[in-house]
């Protein structure tokens, strides 16, 4: 099946798109044929009689690079690592003993398992890279928290001592530093993350996980103060912070990790500029005013933060299936050039139909369940890299990228078709 002309159909650029910067798929592809489940699988000893056309010249393959980055990762890995080993040090001061000290640690785990079990299912489509996920959560987790704790520290004795009132000082700063503070910090991490490693950054999903396990690993390290500090009163705090408002910190880093994936999909390469601070204005406004007055009421909570927290969950399932249409137009785009099984679109962008065709793979051996993944895996990189070119943002070694996915898509498939 031969691709539309360039410029024509699906492939037609937008306006101001830069063309040199996106290659057009060649008709020298050919789809194969042959007969395929109604689910996009293969049926058992029906593979397919012919294979996918070989790549056209892509053209001469851009510089690859990577080591600044990995050189990065490692300063922020240890400098998160080492912001949370100081926290847990200066909280052990306050412990009665080791063993309170560890038991804390794994009562804060269970609302850290439940978030970052969510954050995987929002993240399932196209999964962000584990070490840099790690970097998120280290610097919610070690950085974040140490400035936080030094910053509202000194907020509370320098109020106090103006004032001479410590229980105004608190609330001060609880309802004005804490809400700056903890929200520019975690969304610096979110913004260094988006810089350095934005060809991994697409969109408005990956700014909410990101943003998640950010504050996932801050509420942890405050959660385990906290049980700490209150451990008279372990039970109540625990059904607040971990029963009742897991989600808390998550919600208000999570307007400006949107903000920042909004931005990833602008045409200008600076949006992040202005659309930053937009996201850190919601962001510390949810805060204090959580910290203010809902966490002290329980009417305000349930008629304000619990409906706010419904809106919430409906705004994830959108950006969910807004990604999942993105996924299913791109890889469509390639289907039409003789890359992919109609059927196969199909079952790469529903739930339904990922699920039956691992469960299909698994049937067939280890092998054919490995290839089944890394066919899935490839096929939702390939898209966003595809989207990110659509949406201006093609990097230098973007056809060197997609040649190696529709490599790796292609031996995949081969694998779980029988036809190496």
């Excluded at 980055?69 to 400098?79: K, N, P, Q, S, T």
């Excluded at 080993?85 to 785990?109: D, G, K, N, T």
């Excluded at 390939?382 to 060197?400: K, Y």
Aim: hydrophobic letters at 50%.
């Amino acid at each position: 099946m031969s691709a539309p002309p360039p410029g024509t159909g699906a492939w037609a650029p937008r306006p101001g798109y830069r063309r040199a910067e996106l290659p057009v798929l060649s008709g020298a592809s050919r789809r194969p044929e042959g007969a395929m489940g109604a689910r996009g699988m293969a049926l058992p000893g029906h593979a397919p009689a012919g294979t996918l056309g070989q790549a056209p010249d892509w053209g001469a393959p851009g510089a690859t690079g990577g080591t600044w980055r990995d050189v990065l990762r490692i300063v922020l890995v240890a400098l998160g690592s080492l912001g949370l080993i100081a926290m847990l040090w200066i909280v052990s001061l306050s412990a009665s003993s080791l063993a309170q000290l560890a038991s804390v640690i794994l009562l804060a785990m269970i609302p850290l398992v439940i978030v970052l079990a969510v954050v995987r299912w929002i993240d399932r489509w196209e999964p962000e890279p584990w070490s840099t996920l790690t970097v998120a959560f280290l610097w919610g987790a070690g950085v974040s928290t140490a400035i936080s704790l030094v910053v509202n520290t000194t907020t509370v004795g320098l109020v106090a001592g103006s004032s001479g009132d410590l229980e105004d000082a608190m609330f001060f700063s609880a309802v004005v530093s804490a809400p700056i503070i903890e929200e520019l910090t975690k969304g610096l991490g979110v913004l260094i993350i988006f810089l350095i490693w934005r060809r991994t950054f697409n969109g408005a999903v990956d700014g909410l996980v990101y943003a998640s396990v950010v504050a996932a690993g801050f509420a942890f390290a405050e959660n385990i103060s906290y049980f700490v500090q209150y451990n008279d009163m372990l039970v109540y705090v625990f059904i607040i912070r971990g029963v009742f408002s897991p989600f808390a910190h998550v919600s208000f880093t999570a307007c400006t990790g949107l903000a920042i994936g909004l931005s990833a999909r602008s045409r200008s390469r600076a949006a992040w500029v202005w659309w930053t601070p937009l996201g850190l204005v919601g962001a510390i406004i949810l805060h204090a005013f959580w910290n203010g007055v809902a966490s002290s009421s329980a009417l305000l909570y349930l008629l304000v933060e619990v409906p706010l927290f419904l809106v919430c969950i409906g705004m994830v399932f959108w950006l969910r299936w807004a990604e999942r249409m993105t996924m299913r137009t791109r890889l469509s785009d390639y289907a039409r050039a003789g890359w992919f099984f109609p059927t196969e679109v199909t079952m790469l962008t529903t739930g339904s139909g990922r699920r039956r065709a691992k469960q299909w793979a698994g049937w067939q051996g280890p092998a054919v369940a490995q290839a089944m993944a890394r066919f899935q895996k490839a096929s939702a990189q390939l898209a966003q890299l595809r989207q990110q070119a659509v949406d201006g943002h093609a990097e230098p070694d973007f056809a060197q990228r997609e040649s190696r996915l529709l490599a790796e898509i292609t031996s995949s498939r081969k694998v779980f078709l029988g036809q190496y």
